[in-house]
Structure formats: C-alpha cells, structure tokens
C-alpha cells in the first residue's frame, strides 16, 4: 500500500473513531436522535420509521450510510450476511432480524471504537445471532465460500483498493451468492478530480468511482448481472446508488491465506484450526479469524 493510501485510510479510521467515541460519550442525551452531524442524504433518516424504533438509539445515532442495504438485499430465514464496514452495527442488526435464529449476521470492521460501540448495542437488543470482526474490506478473515449475502452502506467509496474489496467480497461468497450494497456513485462524465471538488474522501465524495468504473471492476472480479441504481443525489453528479451483483454458481474460489493457516496451524496440542477446542478456553490459532470461523474453515467436526 502507498504512503497516500495508508493516510487516506488512516483519516476514514481517525473520522469513523471520533463518531464512534462521540456517540458513546453522549449517547442521545445531550445531542438528540442524531448526534453525529450528517445531512439529508446520510445517516438513519433512511431507514423505515418501524425499523428505527426496533434498534438502539446509538445504532441509530452512528449511521452514517447512504441508503439501507437491508432494504434490498433480499435476505431470507437461515443465511449467512456479511456487513463490509459495519460500524455501530445498524445493517447487521437488522440483518439478523431479517435472517432469523437460524442465519447469522456478521460485521466487519477495522475500528476498535466501532466495534466496541456494535457490540454494546448487538447486547441491548438482545441480538444472538451476530458476530464482528475486527479487520480490512481488502482482506476479509472468513474462509472462502461461506456466507449468502454482502452488503454494505457507504464503505466501499472509502476503500484506497477497491479491486481488492471485489475481489475478496467474490472469494467470500457461496456460488450462487448475491452482493447487495448502497454507495455513492459518480457520472460518468466526472473525472476523479471533479469528484474531488464536490467533496472530500472521507465524506464520501472524492474516492467515489463512476457508473461505469464500479460496473467494470466488479466484473473483472467475476460478478455477473451487474446493476446500479441511482436512488438521490448527494452532490453535483454524485449519486447515492444500490448496487446489485450475483457470484454465478458455476464460480470457483481459492481460500485466502488467513483461511489457509487456520487449516495448516494445527499441532500437537491444537485441533480443528484452535487451541483447546470445544473448551471454554479455545483460541483461533490464526490471529486473522475468530475461534468459530478457524473450527469452519478447518471443516471441524466439533464447532459447537
């Protein structure tokens, strides 16, 4: 990664943190519904008025997404969906709803104060069937093949190397799999420097890519029914847009490298890819993966 990009992902960490700490200091006494400052076009507005009172006020209060991937992504009882940059956990809580006891919903994130925030709030509603993971939307740490759904709201904008988030986001899903995400998107006509006087990176605006640039990279990642749907406007020429793509069943994936050490990290005193398995103390010997996702992809005959 350049130096630029290892600062431009430093600033969307350092941005992102900030909302996160501000909602947990102030929670939505001193600040009202809202207490991270969006406009009209961002933020939980866009959500449901029944799917707002069903959550935590400071998943609500940490939204800043440009539409509501749950919306769309048309979940179903029993899947496996995966938030890219999930934040205070907004779209995996309602993801969990959507998927039921017998799906799950997991979040990724590479912020600590996020995740901190997402869990407090999965434990307010009561949310059992959620995970979050600590990591990059470049190098996911689940195993290939393995969840039904992606979504995400307004994150892959942010991303210095989107090749890699289609990439690893097509690694990740099953054949047959769907992505499902909102983001903004840029017309055609814009070149990257124009985007950038509309607004800055970490807001979303300058590190957009065009209709036509989103359509070719997720193709060049192997998706196929590729569509992008406008829903508002966010700037001049900028879009807030969803995204839809399907991972063809006849798609083949090679594990990552995280997926491979959890099944080559075993040793004397480790199996199914942790140590002390199917003990209270079992630890993913893959630093990337946690304990459930190592006993997955080492196919465990014990993951419970």
């Not at 140590?275 to 465990?300: D, I, N, R, V, Y």
């Amino acid at each position: 990664m350049s130096e630029q990009s290892t600062d431009l992902r430093e600033t969307v960490r350092r941005r992102y943190a900030a909302a996160a700490v501000q909602v947990t200091e102030c929670g939505t006494a001193c600040c009202g519904p809202e207490p991270v400052e969006v406009d009209e076009n961002f933020g939980s507005t866009l959500y449901a008025a029944d799917e707002r009172d069903a959550l935590p006020a400071e998943a609500l209060a940490a939204s800043l997404g440009c539409g509501n991937p749950t919306a769309v992504a048309d979940l179903h009882e029993g899947e496996k969906v995966l938030d890219l940059g999930s934040g205070g956990g907004i779209d995996v809580l309602l993801s969990a709803r959507r998927v039921g006891p017998t799906g799950k919903a997991y979040g990724l994130d590479m912020t600590d104060e996020m995740l901190q925030l997402a869990l407090a709030n999965a434990q307010k509603a009561k949310a059992t069937n959620v995970e979050f993971l600590k990591g990059t939307i470049e190098a996911i740490p689940l195993p290939a093949n393995t969840v039904d759904v992606v979504i995400s709201n307004c994150v892959i904008n942010l991303s210095t190397d989107k090749p890699a988030v289609f990439t690893e986001t097509f690694r990740v899903l099953r054949p047959g799999g769907r992505l499902g995400v909102s983001d903004v998107v840029a017309d055609d006509c814009l070149t990257t420097a124009q985007r950038a006087e509309r607004g800055d990176y970490v807001g979303c605006i300058a590190g957009a890519l065009s209709f036509a640039e989103y359509r070719q990279g997720l193709e060049a990642a192997g998706f196929t029914d590729v569509e992008i749907t406008p829903t508002h406007p966010v700037a001049d020429g900028m879009h807030s847009a969803i995204v839809r793509a399907i991972k063809p069943v006849s798609a083949t994936t090679q594990p990552s490298a995280t997926a491979e050490t959890a099944e080559t990290a075993e040793t004397a005193d480790e199996c199914c890819g942790v140590t002390s398995c199917c003990t209270p103390t079992e630890q993913s010997a893959a630093p990337a993966l946690t304990a459930t996702e190592a006993k997955s992809a080492s196919g465990c005959g014990c993951q419970s």
